[in-house]
């Protein structure tokens, strides 16, 4: 059989050789006495070319035309076949060569701009393609071809506008829905990259109206919404979604969304809601899933609920470690903080090197808002208990002797306050609680009249944040006792300015104007008691200013 076969490939090649030979002896040989001039007429020459072209056989094309042009060169419509035939057998340097000489003498003739375009494209030299496709879309502005073929080239040199105005033009050609589906596919991605968020959401419209249920239309039309964060259009497009998805990794992808929207709009109990739906799907994670219910009913103040599932999760887990420390968490917000030491206690025992260091830091933290539930009951000794406990776990923490000062300050040892806080300063390396310390240490030197010292630390402080409400009001006070009023009042001022509900600090703007600007003086103790109608001070001087206008 394969005998066979080849035989029959070796006629074949005989019969086209033969043909060829043919050929040549028609054109070259064929002629009167002399042998000089060719029979054959320029209608007969361009007709034979024309109908090896047509029936593809481009090699015998390029024979004939070649050996004819050779004898009259200057016949241009042999020569577009001969370009044509060098580009269909994909020879495009000499195809390109014919297209320029011919375009010499006829440099308007649209189709070899195409043939020459098309040479380019093949070669990738893509900016002189559009330039061919520039010229002969001025002539064929309805070619859908070569509308087509302009926009892609343009869309390739990243020539975004451009390619946008091309697609358009194409859009508005097509007829079949299919067609006009793609095109408006690729519009809306590239007015998506445009930032032209309208004209994108109007051509993922359109190509929906065409298939409304095509699931990556849909899926784009959400992640764009969700990218100019309008969260509710893009919940509910994925809740039309659900009337039609049925493949389950669609649908992972379509809850997953939802859920992470949820969460962002704060809206947990539709978090659950869709989390355990997506608990029924096939190929989600059944442990993340439960666990971020637990995280959503925690959020809500479900905190009982949460632990629960936490409970069964650090069960179900052959480490367990990250769940644990969530569950811990989630017990400390409790302030049942026993149970949380507890989980930590036993992550401790089976730790990685680099575990205990996480877990040393937790207890650490753990100890110091236990401290603080403390110091918030009064409860000092135990208070101060925690804080030493804490130092076992990190001694450098610098919140340790900062909650220690508060509690010096709150049983009006500001001497040790003092030594408390330079303590904290000293281990805050990375200065993240400078401000709040340098606060406190303000006070406590205000209060043993260090103001000296006080002014230092308020500098020191709007230095480091010179935004800080409190801290420009503590400055205002310090001027207003020394009877600087214009940099008290700016002061007072800049404070409200920052934090519009820091009362006193309107408190004492109003003490300010009272003596210079006393409509202004009870506006603000109107605003304070607006704002708090239990502030007595503001309350008795607005009584005091109305008895005094009276007399």
């Not at 926009?151 to 508005?172: G, H, N, P, W």
């Not at 979604?241 to 929207?261: C, G, I, N, R, S």
């Not at 205990?356 to 753990?366: E, F, G, P, R, S």
């Not at 503590?474 to 207003?480: F, S, T």
Request: hydrophobic residues 40%.
């Amino acid at each position: 059989m394969t005998d066979t076969n080849l035989i029959i490939i070796i006629i074949a090649f005989l019969v086209a050789i033969a043909a060829i030979y043919i050929l040549y002896s028609i054109i070259l040989y064929q002629g009167s006495g002399k042998g000089e001039e060719l029979q054959l007429s320029t209608k007969n020459i361009l007709e034979q070319v024309q109908v090896l072209f047509d029936k593809k056989e481009y090699t015998l094309v390029q024979l004939l035309a070649t050996k004819y042009l050779d004898r009259v060169p200057g016949h241009i419509d042999v020569r577009i076949y001969l370009a044509k035939a060098y580009y269909e057998d994909r020879k495009y340097n000499q195809a390109i060569k014919q297209c320029l000489i011919i375009l010499k003498k006829k440099p308007n003739n649209v189709d070899t701009h195409q043939v020459l375009g098309n040479c380019y494209i093949k070669k990738q030299v893509l900016n002189k393609a559009i330039k061919e496709y520039e010229l002969v879309f001025d002539h064929k502005k309805t070619d859908k071809d070569v509308v087509r073929t302009l926009a892609e080239l343009y869309r390739k040199t990243d020539q975004l506008y451009s390619s946008i105005s091309a697609y358009e033009v194409l859009a508005d050609l097509l007829d079949l829905d299919e067609d006009i589906a793609d095109v408006q596919s690729i519009l809306a991605e590239l007015n998506e990259e445009a930032h032209d968020y309208p004209a994108a959401f109007e051509a993922y419209k359109v190509r929906l109206g065409i298939y409304p249920n095509d699931v990556n239309t849909n899926r784009k039309l959400i992640e764009l919404y969700i990218k100019i964060k309008n969260y509710p259009v893009a919940i509910e497009t994925l809740l039309y979604m659900l009337t039609f998805v049925t493949e389950p990794k669609v649908l992972l992808w379509v809850y997953d969304t939802l859920v992470a929207l949820y969460v962002e709009t704060e809206e947990y109990d539709k978090a659950i809601e869709y989390s355990e739906k997506l608990l029924d799907i096939q190929g989600s994670d059944k442990f993340k899933v439960r666990n971020d219910i637990a995280t959503f009913n925690i959020k809500l103040n479900r905190t009982d609920e949460g632990i629960a599932i936490l409970e069964d999760l650090a069960m179900m887990s052959q480490n367990g470690f990250d769940v644990t420390l969530e569950l811990a968490d989630a017990y400390i917000q409790r302030k049942d903080y026993e149970k949380a030491l507890e989980r930590y206690t036993i992550l401790l025992d089976k730790a990685t090197q680099r575990e205990a260091k996480t877990v040393n830091l937790l207890i650490c933290d753990l100890y110091i808002k236990w401290a603080i539930n403390y110091s918030e009951q009064e409860k000092y000794e135990e208070s101060y208990e925690m804080l030493k406990n804490a130092t076992q776990y990190n001694a450098l923490n610098p919140e340790i002797y900062y909650n220690v000062a508060k509690n010096y300050f709150a049983q009006k040892n500001y001497t040790s306050t003092i030594e408390s806080l330079n303590k904290a300063l000293e281990f805050d390396k990375q200065r993240e609680f400078l401000a709040k310390y340098l606060l406190l240490l303000s006070e406590a030197h205000h209060q043993l009249g260090h103001f000296f010292e006080e002014k230092k630390a308020l500098t020191d402080l709007l230095k480091v944040d010179e935004k800080n409400p409190y801290g420009l009001y503590r400055v205002g006070i310090m001027y207003a006792a020394q009877h600087d009023i214009k940099n008290a009042e700016e002061s007072f001022k800049k404070a409200i300015m920052y934090d519009p509900n820091l009362l006193q600090a309107k408190y004492n703007l109003a003490l300010l104007y009272e003596n210079n600007n006393r409509d202004k003086a009870k506006e603000l103790y109107i605003e304070v008691l607006e704002q708090d109608p239990t502030f007595e001070e503001a309350k008795n001087a607005l009584t005091d200013m109305a008895s005094s206008d009276y007399y």
